[in-house]
């Protein structure tokens, strides 16, 4: 049973910092990539960062370029999604989310992605 579970969200202040975590199950063998989205309030779901398993390629919006590094660790089957120098407008439910072959070119589509997780909330605020 194909399973990601993220954690990590949480309310931080403007210019702070998030680790986001990615559990990922029943799919740990073969070529695949973990792709990071959020979803703000009247806006639509946008790619924020990928990752292929086997590579470790990334890619990353430039929204958040500079600011965020995705990783992963491939032992403990987790991609992780570190978050520095927040905004406000970084404010979003963020999912991480499967994607069967790997990172591509056009990673921030979101029909790329046959599997996702459940959500965790980010709000960044004074």
């Known amino acids: 049973q194909v399973q990601l579970v993220e954690s990590g969200g949480g309310l931080v202040q403007p210019g702070g910092s998030l680790r986001l975590s990615c559990a990922v199950s029943?799919?740990?063998?073969?070529?695949?990539?973990i792709g990071w989205f959020r979803h703000a309030p009247g806006k639509e779901r946008e790619g924020v960062s990928c990752?292929?398993?086997?590579?470790?390629?990334?890619y990353y919006s430039d929204s958040v370029k500079g600011r965020f590094t995705i990783s992963r660790d491939n032992a403990k089957n987790t991609v992780y999604l570190q978050m520095n120098s927040l905004k406000p407008e970084d404010t979003a439910v963020y999912y991480c989310?499967?994607?069967?072959?790997?990172?591509?070119?056009?990673?921030?589509?979101?029909?790329?992605?046959?599997?996702w997780g459940q959500g965790t909330q980010v709000t960044v605020s004074s």
């Open positions: 989310a499967r994607d069967s072959v790997r990172c591509g070119s056009n990673w921030y589509y979101v029909g790329r992605y046959d599997y």
């Open positions: 029943g799919f740990t063998r073969g070529y695949y990539a």
């Open positions: 990752i292929s398993s086997s590579s470790g390629s990334t």
